[in-house]
């Protein structure tokens, strides 16, 4: 039976003492997902037997809750440590709030370099994209007003795109299919990248690699080089298919950079 919230509302912990489990033993408190209030995140659990009125006359779910307490120790700006504040849940509906903080930081800079027997000046710009205080994407564009709508658009495509950008950190040891063979996610070394291993569950080491080398199109490196003619660039992409092939891995870069993979493989 559900209880409603009374004048006096329960904490975290004693909502998992009353309502944790059910008559066979499953959890009736699942992670949903955190919400950022002020500088720190918060969980939002739905807690089943647990209801708030508050869903019930917006027509949202009546069992989400945030709790909103700190668990660690602090210490203020006088240097004096401060205990953890544990309160009361609080119900939780969408209306008003949002539910991922997003941030768009901009700089642009200048640079010079010699090339040619001369110096030459060129401008810039990085662009770093954070949701709820975490960076999770981030991109280089020369000018402000095309490096916002470009994040705009990035933003959007994050949403709804089958890589979790916003928790990447879940995407470790993901199964894929890349270039149709059987390979899996790492994270890879700047933000929004990944990186490719090779799965052999299903054929052997050798296989696998003589099998992409037939499939793949080119295999550059994460930072584009430029030569003066396609023969040039046929042998860097051997050099660079060798490298991936002798470390075991392949550097891929961008998650959003994605035709050659399937993000579906159970």
Not at 11 to 24: I, L, R
Not at 184 to 205: A, S
């Amino acid at each position: 039976m559900n209880t409603k919230m009374g004048k006096k509302g329960l904490t975290y912990h004693e909502a998992c003492e009353k309502f944790g489990k059910d008559e066979f033993g499953r959890s009736n408190v699942r992670k949903i997902f955190e919400i950022r209030i002020g500088d720190k995140n918060y969980q939002v659990y739905s807690i089943e037997g647990y209801s708030h009125l508050l869903g019930k006359y917006n027509g949202q779910p009546e069992t989400w809750w945030l709790d909103w307490s700190d668990y660690e120790e602090t210490t203020n700006q006088f240097g004096e440590v401060e205990a953890p504040i544990i309160r009361e849940l609080i119900p939780y509906i969408d209306n008003g709030v949002h539910r991922v903080c997003w941030g768009i930081h901009y700089s642009q800079f200048n640079s010079t370099k010699y090339k040619w027997d001369e110096w030459d000046i060129r401008s810039g710009g990085k662009c770093t994209i954070s949701a709820n205080g975490k960076e999770v994407y981030k991109f280089f564009y020369r000018e402000m007003k095309g490096a916002l709508a470009h994040a705009q658009v990035k933003i959007d495509e994050m949403l709804d795109h089958p890589y979790n950008f916003l928790n990447p950190e879940e995407e470790e040891g993901r199964k894929i299919w890349y270039y149709g063979l059987p390979a899996k996610i790492l994270l890879g070394y700047e933000t929004g990248e990944i990186r490719i291993q090779p799965d052999f569950e299903y054929m052997t080491q050798n296989d696998w690699w003589d099998e992409l080398k037939k499939r793949r199109t080119n295999v550059y490196p994460k930072k584009r080089v430029f030569v003066d003619d396609e023969e040039s660039m046929e042998e860097l992409d051997k050099e660079h298919f060798a490298e991936h092939r002798d470390y075991g891995s392949i550097n891929h870069g961008s998650a959003f950079y994605d035709g050659m993979i399937n993000w579906f493989r159970k």
